[in-house]
Every structure is written in structure tokens, then in C-alpha cells.
């Protein structure tokens, strides 16, 4: 029970679903299929705490998630998950999973969600002509706060996006409703906290960790993303998920570089 | 080079130095530790991102730390290094590291150390009469702020804690300066934000991430941990740690679990 035991692994093959551009998968598609994997066939069906390293870009097509239960307790589950392809780790994962039913009162609470305008006034993140094809945005519908999109024209003086999710009605099928897994997706969701400064450099993801507090509610959910410090070619993000209820239902940090366009 | 490879483990003893009571190891030396292993004779000495998953404590005497590189890269290492103790998984890190220079100049920066009274106004950490023996308290020297201990008598609103830190000088030794790998230990060094809040309850730590930012200028360093959520036995906290420059050298996550006391 107590000894780490190699699971089953999970043959896939990476498609367009999730890229950015003609090949590049978005970090929280990644990371959702891991956590999948990690809970798969558990007594602890809801990630609590995921934290995965990301050491190099997978390739279109063929790849392996291997699985390693490291302990099965009473009340949580602790579970290796590692993508591969080729003999490269591409996405190093460990995921404590546990079982969360209806959310109690808080014994302490401190924060609100972000402040946003209506839906119909923020932006959609639907590509500008020219821009290069985004999986995300194909597959998240994403209403962001135009006060905080320093992309567009006017940077902000802070490093902050926010704005409304959910994910998108594709083609034609019935909306997924967002639920603890799909929390490890949009964790990664916003824009780069970067664009809000008008910076048009790549953040690659290196380290990403998520909490899952609750589980969300039906309907639209509220992201903020911030960071403190970028330096060095280094960045910090930490990233709230409110949920329709004004319940936190997740929060996540990374650590990211910052490549300045050639 | 790519694929990962095992590094030769390291045997060691878990002694009381670093104990809380009896046998109680503290998450952040064992971090540390961790963090060490996984550097060891690598081109890339400091860690960046580390995460842990605490999975079952770890008791008094012989101890091992498996080692497993999974990839060296240009500017950044990605090393597995996982405390084992009789079959047991006691804690499982995956560390990015890399090398860090002197700091450059911030491209962005949001936010100041914590504002603390001098020194001499501070609360030393030295452990009441009655209370158990805390290694932590012999190892480092923190001066906490009394405006925020609410473990004394008046609890606080706001669930956070802050203090000076540096390491004690241990029997008459010359005092550590604190470098990359001891924020590691630091990162978990103040007392739980719920003693801010008048609660006596206990708090293991079951994830803890902590980013390094920089390398740490000599003396004392400054700390300031805060909750946003504390709900169905859950809670999070954040930590930041600013060194003697008044500058951002590291920042840490960690979920950990509440059990109010009997």
C-alpha cells in the first residue's frame, strides 16, 4: 500500500485540439491530461495540489503518460505523472488528489473576485486577422477586461490580466461544464501577464502549481493573473479562479521565462 | 543526455536538530535537503522552482534521497529527488535549476518588503516555558512582529504573519548566511498564518513550491506569509522573502491541511 507502484501507462496522440500555432500545446491542456491520468480509477477523484515542470515542448503526435501511485492514504492519494515521447520527459507532474463534496463555510476568508465589466463589454479573444491560429481560443471562450489589455494599444501599468470563462460550445456540441480537472487547464488560460505591460516577448511555462479549493459552480467563471517581478528573463504569474458563486475555486502560481522578440 | 537517468542516492541520518518536539521533522529543512541533492554536481547550482509533495512523515534515523536527473539543458537542470525511508515515500521534489548571476535590473516590479518595527521591538521565537522543544527556533533566529501575533493573545483580522529572519548563531558557530538553497528552509519558517488568528490547530504542509528569485544579499532577510482561504480542513499560504537590499529573493505556495485541536 505504502510502496510506489507503476500504473498502467496512457498511450495518446497530441493534436491540433490545443496548439498555438501549427504545433505548440497549450501548458493547461497538458497539465489536465496528466491530472487525468493521476486520478484515473483513484478513490480520490479531484486534484487538490498539482505541480508540474515543464522541460521541453512535446511534438505532434504520439506520446505516453507514465503513472506512479507513491501512496494511497485514507483521505488523499499522491500520484507521479510523467508525459514522454521518444524517450524525452516533456512534463513532470505530481498530484495529490483527494475527494471534495460540497463546499463548507470558510473559517477564514480574504478576497473578492475581480472587479469586471459585463461580458459584453470586455473582449473576446477570438484571433485578430494575421495572428496565428490558437487552439485556446478555440477551445476557451474568454471575455477579457479591456481595461487590462495593454496588447491592444495602451499598456498597463500593472502586470495584470483578468476577465470571464467558460469553455466554448464546439461545433455545435453541449458546453463542458468546468469541473476540479478542467481547473488544471485554465490555470493556465489567461493571456501572459506580460501583454498587459504592451511586452510581446514568449513565456514559456517552467513550473506551474495548482490548488484546487472547491468545486466550481455552473456558469462563467472570474480569472485574475499578476505577478511581482520580472527579471533576469524570469517571470512570476499567480492566478485566482472565482466561480459564478463568488466562491475561490482555485489558485495557481508559475514560474516562467521571458524571451524578448528577436 | 535527454532521457532521465538515476544519480547515485544519498544515504543520511535524520537527527533532532531541526525537530519540532521530539521527532517532528521541519518541512523546510527536509526541502532543503532535497534541494541539495538534487544540485549536487550539476552545472546549474541554484535551484529556481522547486515543488514537494509531502506524503507521510519521515521518522528519527536512517534516511535515503534518490536522485534522478531527468534533463540537463543549456541554462536550466530538471532533477527528481524524493526522501524514502523504509519503502515509504516521505517526500517527493522536483527542482529546476539553474545559475544565478548578480541581479539585473527589474523589467517589472510590483509590491515592497514587509513593513516591520526595528529589531528590538520584534518577538524572538524562543519557545515559552511549557511549550515543546522547536528546532526551528535554535536554528533560525526570527523576530516576529507582535502586531500580528495573535497567538499571544489578541488575534489578528487578517490571517498573516511577517518577521526578520536570519540563521542563529549555533553554539557559538560562525552564523550561515542565507544562500539560494537555504530560502528552501526558509520558506517554511514562520509559524502557520492561523496562529495569527488565534488558532492553535495543526497545520502540515502537503504541497509546498517556492521560487527563487535572486541571489540573497548578507543579513537580515524580511518574511511575510499570508492565507486567502481556509475552509473544509484546507488552507493556503503564501510566503515572500526580501533580503537586506529590498529585494524580492523568493516566493513560496504551499497548501497545507488544518486539524483544529482535540
Known sequence: MTA??????????????????????????????????AVDGSPHPHPLAV???????PKLGAAR????????????????????????????A??????????????????????????EQCLSNTPQPGEPRNGIT???DLRL???AAGWLGTPSERAEVRGWVRFASVEGAPRREVDPLALLCLADGLPPVTSALGLRGWVPTVELTVHVRARPAPGWL?????????????????????DSTGRLVA???QLAGYRPPA
Open 4 to 37: 510506489p507502484a507503476a500504473l498502467p501507462a496512457v498511450d495518446l496522440e497530441l493534436d491540433r485540439t490545443w496548439t498555438y500555432g501549427p504545433d505548440v500545446q497549450h501548458g493547461g491542456y497538458l497539465l489536465e491530461l496528466l491530472g487525468a491520468a
Open 51 to 57: 505541480s508540474a515542470h515543464f522541460l521541453s515542448a
Open 94 to 119: 505530481v498530484v495529490t488528489a483527494g475527494l471534495l463534496g460540497a463546499p463548507g463555510e470558510p473559517g477564514y476568508a480574504e478576497g473578492a473576485p475581480p472587479e469586471l465589466p459585463p461580458l
Open 222 to 242: 472570474r480569472m485574475v493573473q499578476s505577478a511581482r517581478l520580472l527579471q533576469d528573463g524570469w517571470l512570476d504569474e499567480s492566478c485566482e479562479i472565482w
Open 145 to 147: 477586461d479591456p481595461a
Open 138 to 140: 478555440e477551445q476557451l
Open 65 to 92: 503518460i507514465e503513472v506512479e501511485r507513491l501512496r494511497t492514504g485514507r483521505s488523499v492519494s499522491t500520484t507521479r505523472a510523467r508525459l514522454v515521447q521518444g524517450g524525452r520527459v516533456c512534463l513532470d
Open 251 to 253: 489558485q495557481a502560481t
